[in-house]
């Protein structure tokens, strides 16, 4: 990888950290929005992602759907066909808890489990990029 490439990468993954350090402040909280912590359990998941694109001199399209990313990495990281079923419950979590329009609060479990997913794949992403 380039010097360039390795910038815009580093970039990404820092926006990705940032998702990641927001969902452990709001889980520190004595009132969690689990609303938020999914919420940025998906982009990080999501920059993630584009990480594994931008590295490998791919297009980064604008979608928040994680099935559809990973469909455009699977070749390059197998590993992560294992999340789909979970990346397609995290997906909803992009829009569908940004507004009021009855999408339910996801429980503290269902929001532990999303940050647990996010960590889980940025270590795989991580070791792929050895960085």
Not at 11 to 32: E, G, P, T, Y
Not at 103 to 109: A, H, K, L, M, W
Request: proline fraction near 3%; charge should be negative.
């Amino acid at each position: 990888m380039d010097e360039v490439t390795l910038e815009i990468v580093r970039q990404w993954l820092h926006k990705a950290d940032n998702d990641l350090k927001n969902i452990s402040n709001n889980l520190a909280a004595v009132d969690v929005p689990t609303d938020t912590v999914c919420f940025h359990a998906q982009q990080a998941i999501e920059k993630l992602i584009k990480t594994v694109l931008v590295a490998n001199g791919r297009a980064v399209f604008k979608t928040h759907d994680l099935v559809k990313l990973l469909g455009d990495v699977v070749d390059l990281l197998p590993v992560l066909s294992e999340f789909e079923e979970q990346l397609e419950e995290i997906t909803e979590y992009g829009v569908g808890t940004r507004y009021p329009d009855g999408f339910c609060d996801p429980s503290i479990e269902e929001a532990q489990h999303a940050y647990a997913v996010a960590r889980h794949i940025k270590a795989i992403i991580l070791d792929y990029l050895n960085l």
